[in-house]
């Protein structure tokens, strides 16, 4: 499975061109940062790829099929979107949340099967949330929301997940959490897409980083490469 983002391009309705030509892609088990300051227009590209709002030039391919023209739950079986963490409102259990990866756009009122039990078990093992599970996800600190939303991902069982900035909000020790679990699901073949606007996040996690900047310019390098280098 091939995760294509071609020549892609966003303005705003309001002409502001965000970023233009950003090119490329992505199979299971590879990291790809997007590295940028604030106000480059990372959340503006995740949200192209995670089919949020369209672009107004080039298109992003799952294999041959443009993600435009996929249902959206065709496509929430193979991408997950995995938001910033924000003030919870939630009156679920974290048990709960996690199920929601199971009815991606649906009601969350589908009867679960033994499947989707079995994914949601899965999830919270992998995330290793299995005992915050009865917990209300208005009760849990925001180490473990950003946890608890990445299983909600795990159990929608993709190919691909994003993640919006997944370290905002978080202390330090959460961040190195969360960095290594990022990696983990790589080696376990998920591929990941991962914003943030900080590099030596960049160093941490490895594989191919795309520079975002102000102007709108998009540069692609590869960690190891430059750390090989003198
Ligand atoms: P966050 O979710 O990280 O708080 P936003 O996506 O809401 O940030 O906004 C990011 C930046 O975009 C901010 O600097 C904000 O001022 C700017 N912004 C948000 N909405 C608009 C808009 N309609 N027009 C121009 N700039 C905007
Ligand atoms: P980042 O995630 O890198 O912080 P964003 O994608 O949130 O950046 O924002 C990128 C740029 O888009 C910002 O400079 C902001 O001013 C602009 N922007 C965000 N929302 C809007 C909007 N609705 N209309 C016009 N400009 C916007």
């Given at each position: 499975m091939n995760l294509r983002i071609a020549k892609l391009g966003f303005a705003y309705p309001n002409g502001k061109q965000i970023f233009t030509e950003?090119?490329?892609?992505?199979?299971?088990?590879?990291?790809?940062t997007i590295l940028g300051p604030n106000g480059a227009g990372k959340s503006t590209l995740l949200n192209c790829i995670g089919n949020l709002s369209e672009p107004?030039?080039?298109?992003?391919?799952?294999?041959?099929?443009?993600?435009?023209?996929?249902?959206?739950?065709?496509?929430?079986?193979?991408?997950?979107?995995?938001?910033?963490?924000?003030?919870?409102?939630?009156?679920?259990?974290v048990e709960e949340f996690v199920a929601m990866g199971r009815t991606p756009y649906l009601s969350a009122f589908k009867k679960l099967g033994h499947q989707d039990q079995r994914m949601i078990e899965e999830a919270m093992e992998l995330v290793r949330i299995t005992h915050l599970r009865s917990k209300a996800y208005t009760q849990i600190s925001g180490g473990e929301r950003q946890l608890v939303t990445i299983a909600r991902a795990i159990a929608q069982e993709p190919d691909f997940i994003?993640?919006?900035?997944?370290?905002?909000?978080?202390?330090?020790?959460?961040q190195i959490k969360t960095m290594k679990l990022v990696k983990k699901l790589s080696d376990r073949g998920y591929g990941i897409i991962m914003t943030t606007h900080n590099p030596d996040q960049v160093f941490f996690i490895g594989g191919r980083v795309g520079v975002l900047n102000r102007s709108g310019v998009f540069e692609i390098g590869v960690v190891d490469q430059y750390l090989s280098e003198d």
């Open positions: 950003v090119d490329f892609s992505l199979k299971k088990g590879e990291i790809f107004t030039q080039g298109g992003i391919f799952l294999e041959k099929d443009n993600i435009k023209d996929l249902t959206l739950c065709q496509f929430a079986k193979r991408v997950a979107y995995v938001p910033q963490i924000h003030q919870p409102t939630y009156a679920f259990t994003l993640l919006d900035e997944p370290t905002a909000h978080l202390d330090f020790g959460n």
